[in-house]
């Protein structure tokens, strides 16, 4: 770990404020990646700002038809909450499923989702779920809020500060998980909401989650687990290594998606 | 078993160390510290085979806060033609593994070393040294390293008559096999693959080596033996014995893998070129790239057997890879496959390979899992050829009593018969199976050890016990010894602390390995615990002034023999205590000794699996093993050796594997790509503990520790061809190899 200077925000101004001050500021959520990313001196930041101390950063509130969860808010309260288990389970389960009991009481949804990991699961939980990612200062669909690997439509300085969820009416998560690390070899997000149907995949893509439109054509109004099952993916631009080709990525696609869909009812 | 009362021996009591683990406070090697201490980096080989040109350190040493820089010409070096045995180890390898001499082996190989004010110091020094190679041709699997051409990692080692990587052989022959398979009328042959794997011991090596000014050494270090730290660092110090003490910290996890050194001999040097303790702790990627996995195999099984069902023949095949120096387990391949059976007729031969990755360390029964993955294979296919069940073709060739075993012993009073009968009997045996489920068996033999031990048992002055023993505790070995000598003394367990000695305060005590640490140290705890009991029925005889002979020790005090002796109230250990000082001094006894009598463990596992027809994924569903445990001292250490072992057989069968990249590096050195196995992975691991006590030992025991890992490849692999109809011959059955398989059978070979 290199030298770096550690500021404790007290508010969400304060933050931002820290931040716009410093030469190469970096905030810290739960870091579940950043703090090994600093430890094996694969980045420098000038300065850390913690969001530990910005209250209004965690938290979850049901606003009758969306389910708004605070960026700072763990892992481990997503999944244990009775919002979230009772109004969008696949959400729960996604969060019940991330890393281990360690990561899901540090981690949180803000700081997934501004690394945007390709092989993490809440990008697949947002863009499938349509949910609006709320920042400090402007809200985005999520679809556009992921751009590529491990890249954002966020600004320098421009801090998450919830992720709004509509009220799917039927979606389910399924993952195949990696033996080793647990994050997503591939894990699909299949949900309807408000009419429509979406499959967001995490973990296959060299550039990140993505929507399968031959999935979702073929899961079509009534979610058809069989249909999507027989959708040969392509394995073009899909990620390949030590665990898992390109070609059994794509196949894990169709029955991952399958699944979620059987699962969604 | 003897006639004694049992009532400690056989209970689960609380652990010793259980306390300290879950509280944090228990002192690994890691979390010792000492004024002045400095920190040391190890230089490891970006080439996976290279001729050292050059070094120069000068950079390094120039480096503000550097203190000290070592390299092999600060290292003993052992000359390659002359064997220096040190146990299994040879310490012409040794001293070349910690440090590379001539040429970098495998990439990670250790180069030099730098001790500095911070880790952070050391790690750039580390940089600075300056490094000249001829970069050479490598070779890391088996098949490409016994190639005609393939490149040659030591050229002064020969085979056939020239050089050759393959650097040792080993060869067990009973009876003809050749006229036994004449007899037969199936013979069924097949050959095998298992990748390497690593022990995924959770703690990475370390150390803290204090040399003084005067030369005397203390090492705090995580091992399996504190007694080959000792030997080991000074060999290759030169240093006398006598000037260092090893202090064995509480250990992380072993199987085997801490029965060498890495770091002590280095972090001495740097301590004694730098005049200041030096700490060395490893990373985790240093600890896959560069201590010992176990070996990755090649083998071909060929059995023979008449249409009534008796085998007559048997051969086995096994090239085990060593790694890059000399030393794989091939005994443990080649001499446990057959150990099991009473086959006439058997051939059984391994061959050790170099290649350029890291040299092997011991894992759990060394080289048993994989004989016994492709004979237990094999018999599967036998048994389906003659329509026999599986489990009994075992039976009727299991070794009893008397069988004489291909690789030399002819058994004493052994127990695996007990553990076919009661699989067959278990209502697993007889569970429903649902569709693309699959159900395997097979068994596997541990050779178990006895050898060196050392203990001292004293009694305090307040009347408790304080045990010590010489062995570090990898496995419940400190409960165990506290409820034997509860139950020789009679007393309470809590009243006895048992700890570990380090080399300067117990006598001589070799490896904790080998499945022998409790058999070995009961004995000497038994022969001090009677000493102890002698002196405390003297004690008390000197008070009442009678016969020595006249007292018994029991239930924990010391009584008149009957009535002729005299009518005396019973003295307590507490009561002898207090007044030891009158009758004679402190009371305590010690017994060094070469144990013997170590006797085979055995063991038959049944495993059902579920094949996910989609993904290719193998799900254990139910895993029942059945073992021969001699007698369970504390039951629910047994029981945890024996899910233990399981749990890494399913890791080794269906996802672990070392991965080199185009480069010869090791492309997963960490738990983020290695595939171990996690408890949610897992179902129940049942164990039943079957006690055919060994007659030998005064507690009836048998290493327990390493068996339950030797069939547990063969179960799994035998249960996946019982769901699929396919036979996996290469490990592991990972999902996307299985998926490939249900398409094209082709692909499980």
């Not at chain 1, 209250?55 to 808010?73: K, P, R, V």
């Not at chain 1, 665990?243 to 699944?259: T, V």
């Not at chain 2, 640490?517 to 008070?543: H, N, P, W, Y």
């Not at chain 2, 010869?664 to 039943?688: I, Q, T």
Request: net charge negative; proline share 6%; charged share 20%.
């Amino acid at each position: 770990m290199y030298n770096f200077n550690y500021k404790k925000a007290s508010s969400r101004d304060d933050a931002v404020a820290a931040q716009s001050s410093a030469d190469d500021g970096s905030y810290l959520a739960g870091g579940m990646t950043l703090i090994p990313t600093l430890k094996q001196r694969l980045a420098q930041p000038s300065d850390l700002i913690d969001l530990a101390d910005v209250g209004d950063l965690a938290g979850i509130s049901d606003d009758g038809g969306a389910i708004t969860i605070g960026a700072m808010t763990t892992h481990a309260t997503v999944a244990e909450s009775e919002v979230v288990t009772s109004k969008i389970p696949a959400l729960a389960a996604l969060a019940g499923h991330i890393g281990d009991p360690q990561v899901r009481n540090r981690g949180t949804i803000g700081g997934s989702i501004a690394n945007n990991d390709p092989a993490a699961d809440y990008p697949a939980g947002c863009v499938g779920l349509n949910a609006t990612i709320i920042t400090n200062k402007r809200e985005l669909p999520a679809e556009d809020f992921f751009t590529d690997l491990f890249e954002t439509a966020l600004e320098e300085g421009e801090l998450v500060t919830a992720v709004s969820f509509p009220i799917p009416d039927k979606a389910a998560y399924a993952k195949f998980p990696n033996p080793a690390s647990r994050y997503a070899i591939v894990g699909v997000m299949v949900a309807q909401t408000g009419g429509e149907t979406r499959a967001a995949v995490t973990g296959a893509s060299q550039s990140g989650v993505f929507r399968a439109a031959d999935i979702e054509a073929a899961l079509g109004s009534g979610l058809d687990a069989a249909a999507a099952k027989e959708v040969k993916v392509s394995a073009d631009n899909l990620n390949a290594d030590i665990h898992a080709s390109a070609e059994y990525r794509a196949h894990l696609i169709s029955i991952m998606a399958s699944r979620a869909a059987a699962a969604a009812g | 078993m003897n006639e004694m009362s049992n009532k400690w021996i056989g209970q689960s009591t609380i652990r010793p160390d259980g306390a300290e683990k879950v509280t944090g406070r228990a002192e690994f090697a890691a979390d010792t510290n000492m004024p002045g201490m400095i920190w040391g980096s190890v230089l490891r080989s970006p080439h996976a085979h290279a001729r050292i040109v050059s070094i120069d350190t000068s950079k390094a040493e120039a480096h503000p806060g550097v203190k000290a820089v070592v390299t092999a010409q600060d290292i003993v070096d052992f000359p390659v033609d002359t064997p220096v045995p040190l146990g299994i180890q040879d310490m012409r390898w040794m001293c070349r593994n910690i440090m590379a001499r001539e040429k970098v082996l495998f990439h990670g190989h250790p180069l030099a070393a730098v001790a500095a004010t911070s880790e952070a110091i050391a790690a750039e020094a580390c940089k600075l040294i300056e490094m000249e190679y001829e970069v050479l041709p490598w070779v890391i699997e088996i098949e490409d390293a016994i190639k005609p051409d393939a490149p040659i990692l030591h050229e002064y080692l020969e085979h056939d008559g020239k050089p050759s990587n393959i650097t040792g052989t080993l060869e067990h022959k009973l009876g003809d096999v050749e006229e036994g398979f004449a007899q037969a009328d199936v013979i069924i042959e097949r050959s095998f693959t298992t990748r390497p794997v690593h022990q995924g011991y959770i703690e990475p090596h370390a150390c803290l080596v204090s040399v003084a000014a005067d030369g005397k050494t203390t090492i705090w270090s995580s091992s399996q033996g504190q007694f080959m730290v000792r030997a080991m660092t000074a060999m290759l110090t030169d240093m006398p014995q006598s000037d260092i003490r090893a202090i064995p910290a509480e250990i992380g996890g072993g199987f085997g893998g801490k029965t060498i050194v890495y770091l002590e001999p280095v972090a001495t040097m740097l301590s004694k070129k730098s005049g200041r303790p030096v700490k060395m702790v490893m990373s985790r990627e240093d600890v896959m790239r560069a201590s010992g996995p176990t070996s990755g195999s090649m083998s071909t099984v060929k059995i023979g057997a008449t249409k009534d069902g008796q085998i007559v023949a048997a051969e086995g095949t096994f090239y085990l890879q060593a790694g890059a120096l000399p030393g794989s387990p091939i005994r443990g391949a080649a001499g446990c496959g057959f150990a099991p059976y009473n086959i006439p007729n058997v051939h059984s031969v391994g061959i050790d390979v170099v290649s350029n990755r890291s040299k092997v360390a011991a894992y759990r029964a060394p080289g048993a899992p994989i004989g016994a993955f492709a004979v237990e294979s094999v018999l599967d296919e036998v048994a389906e050829a003659l329509n026999i069940d599986p489990l009994e073709l075992r039976l009727r060739h299991a070794a009893r009593e008397g069988t004489k075993a291909a690789h030399g012993p002819t058994y004493p009073l052994i127990g695996f018969v007990e553990t076919i009968e009661a699989a067959i009997e278990h209502p697993h045996y007889k569970a429903p199976l649902g569709k693309h489920q699959g159900r395997g068996v097979a068994s596997g033999f541990w050779f178990n050890a006895g050898g060196e031990s050392s203990a001292q048992v004293n009694i305090t002055e307040d009347g408790n016990v304080v045990v010590t023993t010489g062995h570090p505790d990898i496995g419940g070995s400190r409960a165990a010894i506290a409820n034997v000598a509860a139950e020789l003394l009679g007393i309470d367990y809590r009243r006895v602390s048992v700890l570990i000695g380090d080399t300067a305060t117990v006598g001589y005590s070799n490896l904790t390995g080998g499945s022998r640490v409790l058999f070995a140290s009961a004995m000497a705890v038994t022969d001090s615990a009677g000493q102890v009991i002698t002196t405390l029925c003297e004690r008390a005889a000197k008070i009442w002034d009678i016969d020595p002979d006249a007292v018994t020790w029991e239930d924990g005090e010391a009584r008149p023999a009957g009535d002729n002796a005299g009518q005396f109230e019973p003295l307590s250990l507490a009561d002898i205590a207090a007044q030891a000082t009158q009758t004679g001094g402190p009371i305590g006894h010690g017994a060094q000794l070469n144990t013997t009598g170590a006797q085979g463990g055995f063991a038959t596992h049944i495993c059902d699996v579920e094949v996910d027809m989609d993904l290719g994924i193998v799900k254990v569903l139910r895993y029942t093993s059945f073992q021969d445990v001699g007698r369970a001292v504390h039951p629910a250490y047994v029981e945890g050796q024996m899910q233990g072992g399981v749990a890494q057989g399913i890791g080794w069968a269906l996802n672990e594997e070392y991965i080199f990249d185009k480069d010869g590096h090791v492309d997963n050195p960490g738990f983020l790509d290695y595939r171990m196995p996690v408890c949610s992975d897992l179902p129940m691991l049942d164990a039943v503990m079957i006690e055919v006590p060994n007659p030998a030992h005064p507690q009836g025991v048998r290493g327990v520790g390493e068996v339950p890992l030797v069939p547990a490849l063969a179960a799994i692999a035998n249960a996946v061809h019982n769901a699929l109809g396919l036979r996996f011959s290469s490990l592991p059955m990972s999902p996307p190899k299985v998926l490939a398989a249900l398409e094209m059978p082709e692909a499980a070979e």
